[in-house]
Each structure stands twice: as structure tokens, then as C-alpha cells.
């Protein structure tokens, strides 16, 4: 398997951000590493679940817009201002960390990232044996990953509308 990785030009079929290559020099803040063992094939399936992910839960927050209608993914993007006002060009090196942290947790259990949820995963109450288990009521419906938001967090428009420009 060969993926076509986004290089900062609005590649058109870019299914990833980064190479297996780069994730196996990547140093993760999550704790987890690549797995021993793993494949080249394997990790670029995982970089490209990975990516999928990250675009999917966090795009809509990102700033600016796509470059060209063709690219494969959501960056490059145009008029992309990071949260203290610099241009963001190309594909964000706080992306690409992203997407590695996504991929490693999906290098190290496929699927973790899609995880399907029996009834949606509203757990009131699950009892084994003398364990119990009960979520707050807001829980978030599934597994959080707090690495990957704070990966993102300096490109991410977050909530109140404010637009900084730099002059």
C-alpha cells in the first residue's frame, strides 16, 4: 500500500498528512509509541484512518477555507489565521501531530477511533460481578482523546465569534 500524503499544495487523492516514515520519527505526547513490529502498510492504514478522524471531529473549527476544490483533504487552507493571528500555510506542523496521535492510538488497536457503540454507548449503569459502572449525565458518548485537541489548539477557533487579525 502507497497513500498519497498531502504536501503542504493542495495535493488532489491526499488521504494523510504525514508518511509512515514520519510517524516512526514522531515523538508522541499521548504515551503511546508504534507498535513493535508494525509494517510500513500498517502504519499508513493507520495514518489514514487517523487522519480521517481528525478531520471528521475537528474541521468544522478550523479557520479559512480549502484552497482548490480538488485537494484530497481540508488543508492547505486560504485566509488561515492561527489563534494569535499568524498565517497558517501549507499543512500545520500542530496537524500533522494530530493526525500521528490519531494514528498511533489506531496502530495500536485498529478500529479504536470508530469504536461502534451498542445503543449509542449511554451507559447508565453496568454491573459485573461486584463492579459497577455509571457515567455522569453530559458524558460524551464515547472514548475522549484530549492529546488530539490539544494538539489542535492553536489553530482551532474555539467558541465566542472573536476574529484577531494581525496588523
Not at 500524503?5 to 509509541?33: H, K, Q
Not at 493507520?46 to 488543508?75: C, H, I, K, M, N
Not at 506542523?93 to 494514528?103: I, S
Not at 492553536?154 to 484577531?164: A, P, Q, W
Amino acid at each position: 500500500m502507497s497513500i498519497v500524503v498531502e504536501d503542504g499544495t493542495g495535493v488532489a487523492g491526499a488521504v494523510a498528512y504525514s508518511t509512515a516514515t514520519e510517524l516512526r520519527d514522531y515523538v508522541p505526547r499521548g504515551g503511546l509509541a508504534v507498535p513493535s513490529g508494525a509494517t510500513d502498510e500498517q502504519l499508513e492504514a493507520a495514518l489514514v484512518r487517523g487522519t480521517a478522524y481528525v478531520e471528521a471531529a475537528f474541521s468544522s473549527r478550523w479557520p479559512g477555507v480549502r484552497e482548490t476544490e480538488d485537494q484530497g483533504l481540508a488543508w492547505p487552507r486560504a485566509d488561515a489565521l492561527d489563534i494569535e493571528g499568524y498565517e497558517l500555510s501549507g499543512v500545520p506542523q500542530a496537524l500533522k501531530n494530530a493526525c500521528m496521535e490519531a494514528a498511533l492510538i489506531e496502530a495500536n488497536e485498529a478500529g479504536a477511533l470508530t469504536e461502534a457503540l451498542e445503543r449509542g454507548g449511554m451507559l447508565i449503569r453496568k454491573k459485573t460481578g461486584p463492579l459497577e459502572k455509571e457515567y455522569a449525565a453530559g458524558a460524551p458518548v464515547g472514548t475522549v482523546y484530549p492529546v488530539i485537541k490539544q494538539c489542535l489548539a492553536s489553530i482551532m477557533r474555539l467558541g465566542g465569534g472573536v476574529k484577531f487579525t494581525r496588523g
